[in-house]
């Protein structure tokens, strides 16, 4: 599963016109209205933008968890149209890691259960996905809360547990919606921290929605949405990851 | 490959600790199928003992014989013994005469047989070594000595020439022991309970001179079968039948039909309501769990390891209570094979004891049943699994429920066209003999009313709602409004509890119509035929074809007797209408039989002179449904003076028995049978003079001669309808499960419901409403959808009831039943969906409306 390497040429993910609109009743809503992005390999990127600009529409469309009304999404050159069901579930379980504000851990299963679940559904054996897991949330430092379930856990440890899961595939990019929204400043920070530290030292690209100026500033690069487009881009540092793209 | 590990794996980490945790649920799915499966498995294994170990019976008795001469009823002439062995190829053949008779201390069967006589036959069935008789010369002498078995002798503990007291068709005789018999063959049959007579006595002792029960036949080693069957066939024509001992069994399975295809239809309500239980369970899990589905969906599981993982926990569910279900199945048996075989024995043949070992069939049978089932029940479970809305469960704000229009109209046109076709199913028109095809032919355009009628109940719970809207406008209380608005909302998943109820309350009427109309139908008959003040019979009961008898000649001591105006002799026998086994009945008079009423169908103009001049019979309607007999056309029986032709002269409504029943002039009977028995004497008294007194009198006459029981025309009713409650108790067992189910799948429904609308309910109570108030709503909108389950139950189970009444069972049983709808049970039906609805919803409401609104309000 390791074909892709930062040197490949294709982005990490990319969209194109996207759009996205929602019929309810003979109301026609346009989520997304013709969005271009493009995220380059381990780059850190964050959307910003007042709720209803289609944040979220867009993310999941980048995940493949929907479908665009227009426009493409590439996953590393893949168009995902090309892809069907099983396709596009294949790549959340291979290449694209998925973070939610809502945390979304089974109840039921302890953290590392919770880590094993991608490499389960790709039918990985036991004992692989146990020491994969185990290593991935030694790596988010819940090396000590293995066999604890989520209503066991902080907000921000269980936020952690989430981000194993979405890394533990060895991603091509993890997409995040708003992970730090239902965390206290303090714990959120750690998330932010924790984001970018794997970032830069597994070299995955990111790409978080949020709306807090101060998590977006931990990005390379941040995007603004207004009514499903982007108004504005915005680099609010030269962070090492890019200064080292840059000497390449 | 994967996808099966994936799915193994949610099996075990995300299914078995959800079911760890509604163990009581899992636990009733579980017997759900179990139970299915034991009713099937208990009705193959008592069909398997009652015809098995009739077969084996019919088998040892033959010993080695290769043919048999037999004539039910009638008997064989004994004459046909001496022109049998002259045919070429035949080696031997030796004539039987067999009767179970009542004693002090139990049954005991007795053969007759040439005791001393050298046939291959008969040596190969009561082995000479294993006889022992000291004083072969007294025992021939003397027509009351028997040879009993060694093995009966020491259970009773008699010595030699010890007298036994038996019931003999003409009263009481004694029999003395003169001789023993080695427990083997058919003398180890019927726990042993067997005494071996010489021929001649048993002929008088049983009043059947010059007849026999069977002539048991072996052909010579380099006989051509087929031609010596002809050959005997052309000897006996017209006066026996001639088969080999293993097609007997095959006649009893065909006598046995109806009790069959009853049985039948109690096994598939059974596996009816297993796949509705299965089919909820499974259900309401995967709509437990659609939130960890959609979690898992969105980290990379395929739509297809859920589907799977869905089947495989269906599958565990089929093979564990396949597995149960074989033991209790087992047990079912053994509780109701005295009953059944009873039951059976009494009416049609009697046996010995079969076993009730589950074979590999029976094994089989279930573990495909219990499987089946689950799979069948785990298809619409398993796809919503696989088409969980991931979107929806993933968002913060869950529960917003934006989903499409459903297609109401599209669902009603569909479940109209399927009530249509299923109606017509009923009106295929088709003859069998095959409890399969009756099932199947029943079953189809059952299931497809069923489907048709769970299409229309969204539109139906739509109408339901608009209506009550319209009726109760704003006046009605806020709570009530919210409740119809819910209702209205989302009709076609409200529908939820719906189906089930609807189901398992049509089973229940079902059932009670099928009892209802059969007993209404057997009773008025019996009310109408049986007009006589009292009814002199040999047993304890009802007279039966196979029952005990006294002579006939009993009338005559009768007659005299002050106050009996009149006195009729009825005999009742089996015989044989071409290869089918049927009733005979001899009635002595005129048509209408001087207050023996019998509703005719179809009758010959001089229909009542030709009956009375012993030319016409008399056909039951079913029998004629069977045969394609009309009225005018010629039947041939089997007499014991050779073949008679009688025509039809009236086909009348006949409930004896449901084989089928033809009635004769009495004397032309005793003429053609050269038969003095008889099952029942009806007396009718002078008016006016006191019943009771002229029962006495009749009893203390009848008493040094015979015994008899004197049945009022009460007590013969109750004894009718007591035997028809017993048969029919099974049908109410299986309807408290189905009432069962459906009550589960309303405290699943709002479980369910309750947990999913959480938030609503929370902001409801943030904004306006307390807990009271919320609650009154929530149990309103479950009293409606009782009500409505209720009602539509009753629509979908009075439409099935009439259909399978006056079409099935005409065409299973050839029965004309008059279709009784149970009105009253149709109404507490109602009443107890919405009561049952309205409790079964109390509990998980209670629970929810009573906590905190931030409790209620916060997701995680
Ligand atoms: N499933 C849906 N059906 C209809 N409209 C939707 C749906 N999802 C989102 N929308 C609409 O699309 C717009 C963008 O929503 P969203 O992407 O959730 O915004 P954000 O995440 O930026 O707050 C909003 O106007 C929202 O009401
Ligand atoms: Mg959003």
Known sequence: ??????????????????????????????????????????????????????????????????????????????????????????????????????????????AQENVELPLRAAGASRREATERARAMLVAVGLGERL?????????????????????????????????????????????????????????????????????????DRIVTMCDGRVVSEDRPRATPSVAMRGLA | MKALRAALWLIEDVALPYHRRHVARAALTLLGVAIGCAIVVAVELLNRSVVGSFRETVETIAGSADLQVTNPGAGVPEVLLEAIPEIPGITSAAGLLQATLPTPRGELTIFGVDVFGDQVVRAR?????????????????????????????????????????VAAP????VLRVRGTVEPRGPAALYDGAVALL??????????????????????????????????????????????????????????????????????????????????????????????????????????RALALAVAL?????????????????????????????????????????????????????ALLLGVGTALAAAVAPARSAARVPVLRHLRRDDGDGREGAPRLRAMVVAGAALIGLGTAGFFIEYRSTSALVHLFLMAVPAALLALGFALIVPAALAGFVALLRKLVGERAPITVQLALESLARDPVRRRGPLTPMLVAFALVLLGASMVASLRASILGWVERTLAADLYVVAGPSLPLPSGETFPAALEARVVPIDGVAKVAASRLVYTQLGERTVVLRSLRGRLPFDGLDYPVREALPDAA?????????????????????????????????????????????????????????????????????????????????????????????????????????????????????????LTWAIELVALGIALIGVVNFFLVEVSDRRREM????????????????????????????????????????????????RLVSGWSLDFVFPLGLAATTVVVATVAAVLAAGFPVRRASARAVAELVSME
Not at chain 2, 170 to 173: F, H
Not at chain 2, 207 to 219: A, E, M, S
Not at chain 2, 704 to 714: D, M, Q, R, Y
């Open chain 2, 609 to 729: 002179e030709s009956f009375a001049r012993g030319e016409a019979v008399l056909v039951s309607d079913d029998l004629a449904h069977r045969e394609g007999l009309r009225a005018g056309d010629t039947i041939e029986l089997a007499t014991a003076s050779g073949p008679r032709r009688f025509t039809v002269g009236a086909l009348v409504v006949d409930f004896t028995l449901d084989v089928g029943t033809i009635t004769l002039e009495e004397a032309t009977y005793r003429r053609f049978w050269k038969d003095d028995l008889a099952n029942v004497l009806y007396v009718w008294t002078e008016s006016g003079v006191a019943v009771p007194a002229v029962r006495r009198a009749i009893e203390q006459a009848l008493e040094p001669v015979a015994k008899t029981s004197i049945l009022t025309a009460g007590q013969f009713e109750r004894d009718v309808s007591g035997a028809l409650d017993g048969a029919l108790r």
């Open chain 2, 313 to 365: 926990e269906a599958l565990a569910f089929g093979l564990v209570g396949a597995v149960v279900g074989c033991g209790l199945g087992v047990g079912l048996a053994e509780l109701a094979l005295d009953a059944v075989r009873g039951a059976v024995g009494a009416i049609y043949a009697r046996s010995g004891a079969g076993s009730l070992e589950l074979g590999v069939r029976q094994v089989m049978l």
């Open chain 2, 125 to 165: 069935q009561f082995p000479p070594e294993a006889v022992t008789i000291p004083d072969e010369f007294a025992f021939t002498n003397a027509l009351d000595s028997v040879a009993l078995s060694t093995a009966l002798l020491e259970r009773w503990d008699l010595a030699p020439e010890a007298a036994i007291e």
């Open chain 2, 198 to 303: 010489d021929l001649p006595a048993a002929q008088q002792l049983l009043g059947r001179v010059g007849l026999l029960d069977q002539i048991d036949i072996v052909l010579a080693e380099d006989a051509e079968p087929v031609v010596v069957r002809a050959a005997l066939e052309r000897v006996v024509a017209g006066r026996a039948r001639v088969h080999a001992p293993r097609e007997r069994a095959t006649g009893l399975d065909g006598m046995l039909l109806n009790l069959r295809t009853f049985l039948s239809l109690v096994s598939l309500e059974a596996i009816v309501v297993g796949i509705f239980l299965v089919h909820h369970a499974l259900a309401t899990a995967i709509a437990h769990r659609r939130r960890e589905l959609a979690i898992c969906r969105a980290v990379g599981f395929a739509p």
């Open chain 1, 1 to 110: 599963m390791q074909i892709l390497s930062p040197e490949a040429k294709a982005a990490p993910l990319e969209a194109r016109g996207l759009i996205k609109s929602y019929r309810l009743g003979s109301v026609e809503t346009r989520a997304l209205d013709g969005l271009d992005l493009r995220i380059e390999p381990r780059e850190f990127v964050s959307v910003m933008g007042p709720s209803g600009s289609g944040k979220s529409t867009l993310l999941n469309l980048l995940v493949g968890l929907d479908r665009p009304s227009a426009g493409e999404v590439l996953v590393e050159g893949v168009p995902l149209s090309t892809l069907d069901e099983d396709g596009l579930t294949a790549l959340r379980r291979t290449r694209v890691g998925v973070v939610f504000q809502a945390f979304n851990l089974l109840p039921g299963l302890a």
């Open chain 2, 170 to 173: 003409a009263g009481r005789r």
């Open chain 1, 147 to 219: 066999r604890h379930r989520p209503d066991e856990l902080s907000g921000g440890q269980a936020q952690r547990v989430a981000i194993a899961r979405a890394l533990v595939i060895e991603p091509a990019i993890v997409v995040a919606d708003e992970p730090t929204g239902s965390l206290d400043s303090e714990s959120g920070t750690g998330v932010l921290r924790l984001l970018r530290r794997l970032n830069e030292e597994q070299g995955v690209a990111i790409l978080m929605v949020t709306h807090a100026p101060a998590a977006a500033a931990h990005a």
């Open chain 2, 762 to 809: 929370g902001l409801l109570r943030a904004v306006a409403f307390g807990p009271r108030a919320l609650g009154r709503s929530l149990l309103t909108e479950a009293a409606l959808l009782g009500l409505l389950g209720g009602l539509l139950g009753v629509a979908y189970g009075g439409l099935v009831s009439w259909l399978v009444v006056s079409r099935s069972a």
